[in-house]
């Protein structure tokens, strides 16, 4: 009995995929689990694996294609077997990246059909998610989203074991990073909060934003990092030299810390205040950007938040980074001082609350002690969702961060 | 010389069931069996002990409730010679089908013992056999004595299982050794032929694996039915005669001296692994005895050697082997068949009252300090039960507080052993006490208990 293979949606936004390559040729044996095929997301290049075991029949579609989701992009089956009835549902491939590559056989490339209905997300794409009645209790207790969880009972039926999985390690496993019991409390609106998030919304738009801005004296900071690359370069000589980035992320995740109003996402009916701080790092990429997170950057160490940003920034450029290393953010930080700007706005990623703009580091003169001297000052700016941060609440937060950044030492008091 | 892919050594319900399977998969399989295919379970135990049992419960009806129902029967007397007679019919029966399965499935029945050879051969008499893919030790479980006590099995006055099975008469007493399932099954069947029972068991309960709720319920009715229950007892001396057997016991404190015609030892079991050429082809033991096992794979120590059953770890249970030898053939197959839940296999006694259950019992909830809540519906509720006089037991359904997952399940009643399964699958799928109640059960049955325990470990039950 042959079966279809079908365009996955292989990340929880994912619409439509570009199938970049097969990597099964026709007439290859598949096993379940193999990978068939790389495709491009909306997001990242991810396998596209076989959930049949076989020969690879028939490839539907040509690399460099386009495919909605849940549309068949090829069949497995035994050697010679009639699979005239499978190819009803073939799909026409729209306007490709790769105009060069051969049209698809079979009847469906005749002609050119209307674009598909953008699929629903995967927890809808067969109906219904499978997931044992116990599993379906545990995720609505500890706020899992079953679609993001990887099945491994009969069919991908999720069961317990598998939240118990992603629960303690969200970062070792295939599925989206799942957060602890006790890891948020969520807080219903206030009818004040509900006022305020109404009439802001209705001014401004759908995430009501305003700017808080602050000028932070680095000098510290500056001789703080020269003395750790340093220390570094003397040691084994392994060692990243430490980034002006990776210390505004350290501090930022302690202030967050301390200041967890700031820390929150907006949930329309409350506000979910988390206990933990994922830090998203918007890093450019090629045609345009991503934001992986660095998971539990309150917890880490200088260096091992310099070294995972590297590496995750290296992949973001490969487009190599799966969907749950770049979503489940609780804050966000963007920096074009590499590119001199001095100052600038960012725009909020939703449903997270804030996010931080920081500048270059700029030489100038500056006022101390009543006499003009050379500084090097930094200028960080604070865009605020108005329905989670009020000004004062923004403004508290920015303080701590400046403190922290003018005394370095107090980041890890 | 013959080639097979797959060789099994043993024919019982582990060694039969995997080569089936591995037949069906196009696997070219060998079983090597010395005596009757089906092995102890089809022949000298699960089956031939139904029949028997069920002498003994319509033994029991006929005596205890004719008159109630309506039936006039005279003076009623008992053979058990006959319904052993009846029961060999039926063992016979079995291993029969066993053989028609092999045939069916062209699976090769060798007879002989099988030795292990190094590199996945097999010996079997003058002939050694190649394996080209696995070879699987099934070879079961045997009965033992307590040799330490003076209580070696020497077939007549202190016998096993496999004598007690071929009994021409119940004998006038007995004392049973070991209140496991199989203490408990003989006990019940001798008491209804009418022989004076005395049931010993060294732990402090009978059914001691079973929860405590069970064991006591059991007990009562053993004692109302003239078994002399004696828990907690230990067997100081046997002295062993000709026609009959002095033990004496001490429990609570107190010493007795018993006197039996016979003396049935049902303590435990020891499992094949000798003079088969395990250890000179790399197959080694745990401290226990039994055959080392890689539970993932189900491989021994000796690459290519795979083991199953009875002598691969407890729980001693037909029921597990099977599944066990259904996984492996599928894993000798290349499949990825659903791994084993070990913490979901039935365990069910067939006296009257059954005793079934599943997962964990109250004490070992306590012992994992698990947040749990016990729900219970008596039969003595139960329409159905009241209907048929069989009122004796209960449901007991451990659910986890929080999310209402079965964390175990209790069966005392007539038909405790069907009943079980509805759990089982419960169980095995995730349900809670919540889709059980949700599910809609027929009245009036038994089941219906089963639903009520669920509602009344939500606190929720309807007829109590």
Redesign the interface.
Same mark, same amino acid.
């Not at chain 2, 799928?429 to 809670?432: D, F, G, I, K, S």
């Given at each position: 009995m042959a079966s279809k293979v079908l365009m996955e949606a292989l990340s929880p936004t994912m619409e439509e995929g570009r199938l970049v390559e097969w990597k099964k040729n026709e007439g290859d044996p598949v096993r379940?689990g193999d990978v068939i095929a790389e495709v491009e997301t909306d997001k990242a290049v991810m396998e596209l694996v076989a959930r049949a075991e076989g020969v690879l029949l028939k490839q539907l579609v040509p690399a460099g294609s386009t495919v909605a989701v849940t549309k068949l992009v090829g069949v497995i089956g035994q050697p010679g077997e009639d699979i005239s009835a499978l190819l009803g549902g073939a799909p026409a491939p729209k306007a490709t990246n790769a105009p060069t590559a051969p049209l698809p056989r079979g009847p469906a490339a005749s002609a050119p059909l209307p674009p598909s209905p953008p699929a629903p997300p995967p927890t809808a794409s067969g109906g219904r998610t499978k997931a044992?009645?116990?599993?379906r209790?545990?995720a609505r207790?500890r706020g899992l989203d079953l679609g993001a969880v990887a099945g491994s009972?009969?069919e991908g039926r999720i069961?317990?074991r598998d939240l118990d999985k992603s629960a303690t390690a969200p970062a070792a496993t295939g599925t989206a990073p799942a957060t602890a019991a006790g890891s948020y409390q969520d807080v219903p609106l206030s009818q004040i909060r509900k006022t305020i998030a109404r009439r802001l919304a209705q001014s401004i738009g759908p995430v009501p934003t305003f700017y808080l801005t602050t000028e932070v004296d680095m000098d510290r900071t500056w001789e703080a990092r020269e003395a750790l690359n340093q220390a570094g370069q003397r040691g084994s000589g392994a060692e990243t030299k430490i980034s002006f980035n990776d210390i505004v992320m350290k501090a930022t995740a302690a202030a967050l810390k301390a200041h967890p109003a700031c820390n929150a996402w907006w949930q329309d009916d409350r506000i979910r205040y988390w206990n933990e701080v994922h830090l998203s790092v918007a890093v450019a990429v090629e045609d345009g950007l991503i934001t992986p997170v660095v998971r539990h950057a309150d917890r880490k160490s200088l260096r091992e938040i310099s070294a995972e940003v590297k590496e995750l920034a290296g992949r973001a450029r490969e487009r190599r980074l799966k969907p749950e290393e770049y979503t489940g953010g609780t804050f966000s930080i963007s920096n074009l001082g590499m590119f001199d700007i001095d100052q600038f706005t960012a725009i909020i990623n939703p449903p997270e609350a804030g996010i931080l703009a920081v500048g270059s580091i700029v030489e100038q003169a500056v006022v101390k002690q009543g006499a003009v001297v050379p500084g090097r000052r930094l200028r960080l700016t604070m865009s605020c969702d108005h329905r989670v941060i009020d000004g004062a609440t923004g403004a508290a937060f920015l303080r701590t961060l400046k403190g922290m950044l003018e005394n370095p030492l107090a980041i890890v008091y | 010389m013959a080639s097979f892919d797959v060789i099994i050594l043993g024919g019982g319900p582990a060694g039969y069931v995997c080569a089936i399977r591995a037949a069906q998969l196009g696997l070219s399989t060998a079983v090597v069996e010395k005596d009757k295919l089906g092995g102890v379970c089809v022949n000298i135990g699960c089956i031939p002990t139904k029949a028997l049992l069920h002498s003994a419960s319509s033994i029991n009806l006929i005596a205890h409730q004719a008159k109630d129902l309506g039936i006039e029967v005279g003076p009623m007397t008992t053979d058990y010679g006959v319904a052993m007679k009846r029961s060999r019919r039926v063992s016979e029966q079995n291993s029969k089908g066993v053989e028609f399965l092999m045939k069916k499935n062209k699976v090769t029945v060798i007879k002989g013992t099988g030795t292990l050879l190094p590199g996945r051969k097999v010996k079997v008499g003058a002939d050694t056999h190649d394996a080209k893919k696995a070879v699987v030790i099934a070879t079961g479980s045997r009965v033992k004595g307590i040799p330490q006590i003076g209580l070696d099995i020497n077939k007549t006055t202190v016998i096993s299982s496999d004598e007690a099975l071929f009994l021409e008469a119940a004998p006038k007493s007995m004392v049973v050794v070991g209140a496991g399932a199989v203490g408990c099954e003989f006990a019940d069947i001798f008491n209804a032929f009418g022989t004076k029972v005395t049931l010993v068991e060294a732990l402090p309960r009978i059914l001691p694996i079973e929860d405590a709720e069970c064991s006591d319920t059991l007990a009562k009715v053993f004692k109302k039915r003239g078994i002399d229950v004696l828990a907690g007892a230990k067997v100081l001396k046997a002295a062993v005669g000709k026609d009959s057997v002095t033990l004496d016991v001490e429990a609570g404190g107190e010493k007795k001296s018993i006197t039996a015609d016979k003396v049935l030892m049902a303590a435990g079991r020891a499992v094949n692994t000798e003079h088969m050429g395990f250890k000179e082809a790399g197959v080694q033991l745990t401290d226990r005895g039994f055959v080392k096992v890689n539970f993932s794979t189900l491989e021994t120590t000796a690459p290519g050697v795979y083991c199953i059953g009875d002598v691969a770890g407890p729980p001693m249970l037909a029921h597990k082997g099977s599944r066990e030898g259904v996984v492996l053939a599928e894993l000798i197959a290349g499949h990825?068949p659903?791994p084993i839940r070990y913490d979901n296999i039935p365990s069910v006694t067939y006296c009257h009252p059954e005793v079934a259950s599943i997962g964990l019992t109250e004490e070992q909830c306590k012992e994992k300090k698990l947040d749990y809540q016990v729900g219970r519906f008596p039969f003595s509720a139960n329409g159905r039960a009241r209907a048929s006089n069989e009122t004796d037991g209960f449901v007991k359904i451990i659910r986890d507080k929080?999310?209402? #997952?079965i964390l175990g399940a209790h069966i005392v009643g007539g038909h405790a052993s069907e009943m079980i399964h509805e759990l089982a699958v419960a169980r095995e799928?995730?349900?809670?006490v #919540?889709?059980i109640d949700l599910a809609v059960h027929a009245h009036p049955t038994l089941s219906e208990a089963i639903a009520e325990a669920a509602l009344d470990s939500m606190g929720r039950v309807i007829h109590t």
């Open positions: 379940p044992s009645p116990l599993a209790k545990v207790e009972g009969p069961v317990l | 990825k659903h929080k999310y209402g #997952e799928n995730e349900y809670t #919540e889709e």
